[in-house]
Nanobody, 123 residues
Framework: VQLQASGGGLVQAGGSLRFSCAASGRTISSHVMGWFRQASGKEREFVTSISWIGGRTYYADSVKGRYTISRDNAKNTVYLQMNSLKPEDTAVYYC?????????????????WGQGTLVTVSS
C-alpha cells in the first residue's frame, strides 16, 4: 500500500486546513486509515482513524469536535478536515494504514505510512 498525502501549510489560529491521503497498491478495504501527528520534540500521537468498512471513526480528545475524518471509497482517499486550529496543533501530520479493526491508536499498529506534512498554526 502506498499513501500519498497532500494539504497542510501555514494558517492563523482559528483557521482551517484540509488534508487528503490517497491510497494505492493492494486493496485497503480491510484496513483502518489513521492520522497521526508529531510536534517538535514530542512523540508521534494519534489524531483520528476511520475504518473503510462501516466508516467508524475515532478521535483523540484534543481534536474532538474540531477535526473530521472522512473517506471516499471510490477514490481510495481519506480526508482530514481541521477547523478551529490552535497553535498547539502545530506538527507534522502523517496518514497511515493498518490491517484490523477498532481504534488502532498506536503507531506500531500501522504498517503503511505516507510522507509527513507540516502544519503550522500561528497565534
Amino acid at each position: 500500500v502506498q499513501l500519498q498525502a497532500s494539504g497542510g501549510g501555514l494558517v492563523q489560529a482559528g483557521g482551517s486546513l484540509r488534508f487528503s491521503c490517497a491510497a494505492s497498491g493492494r486493496t485497503i478495504s480491510s484496513h483502518v486509515m489513521g492520522w497521526f501527528r508529531q510536534a517538535s520534540g514530542k512523540e508521534r500521537e494519534f489524531v483520528t482513524s476511520i475504518s473503510w468498512i462501516g466508516g467508524r471513526t475515532y478521535y483523540a480528545d484534543s481534536v474532538k469536535g474540531r477535526y473530521t475524518i472522512s473517506r471516499d471509497n471510490a477514490k481510495n482517499t481519506v480526508y482530514l478536515q481541521m477547523n478551529s486550529l490552535k497553535p498547539e496543533d502545530t506538527a507534522v501530520y502523517y496518514c497511515a494504514a493498518a490491517r484490523g479493526l477498532g481504534v488502532l491508536s498506536e503507531p506500531i499498529e500501522y504498517a503503511y505510512w505516507g510522507q509527513g506534512t507540516l502544519v503550522t498554526v500561528s497565534s
